[in-house]
């Protein structure tokens, strides 16, 4: 059996329903063979730390899009999002436990599932992430450490996913 692996990088493309056109930013990992994803004895593998953007491009542009703009009716934009001016520990729960709509914002509605990211995210990974939105969206935001987080985790760990709100 070959041990091959390919990538396909983040791709965008439109889904069209009805009238609507939905702006889409897709990762995906084919993995050819029974390989896995656990690379040959003999190669090397790179063990640099993701920063908040990478972390970003792979996990959220999905829902959010490249440019925070979000999916009409689904995922809210980042761009404007009051969350981002808010206290940290509200953005490190959404984070950490995820959340289910509706969320009312500016006066639409959004039915989309904001997924949990405790298992896959470590402390310092989540804080880049959310350190990256706040660099991006809204730059006057405090950085968050990763100690804040391991805090907000602790806090949490017998909480479940978040209702929709404001």
């Not at 730390?49 to 703009?69: E, F, N």
């Not at 940290?88 to 959340?99: A, F, K, N, T, Y």
Request: glycine fraction near 8%; hydrophobic fraction near 35%.
């Amino acid at each position: 059996m070959s041990q091959d692996t390919s990538l396909i990088s983040v791709t965008q493309f439109s889904v069209f329903a009805g009238k609507h056109a939905i702006r889409l930013s897709v990762n995906l990992l084919c993995v050819l063979g029974f390989s896995a994803c656990r690379p040959a004895a003999d190669s090397t593998v790179d063990t640099t730390p993701l920063s908040g953007r990478d972390i970003y491009l792979t996990r959220c542009t999905a829902c959010h899009q490249v440019d925070g703009g979000g999916i009409p009716g689904n995922c809210p934009p980042l761009q404007g999002s009051p969350r981002l001016a808010g206290p940290s520990e509200d953005l490190i729960r959404l984070m950490l436990l995820g959340q289910r709509g509706p969320l009312e914002r500016d006066g639409k509605t959004y039915n989309g599932i904001m997924p949990s990211w405790r298992a896959d995210l470590t402390d310092e990974q989540t804080a880049e992430v959310l350190n990256y939105l706040f660099a991006t969206w809204s730059p006057k935001s405090p950085k968050i450490t990763a100690q804040q987080v391991a805090q907000e985790r602790a806090a949490t760990a017998d909480s479940k996913l978040l209702p929709g709100r404001q």
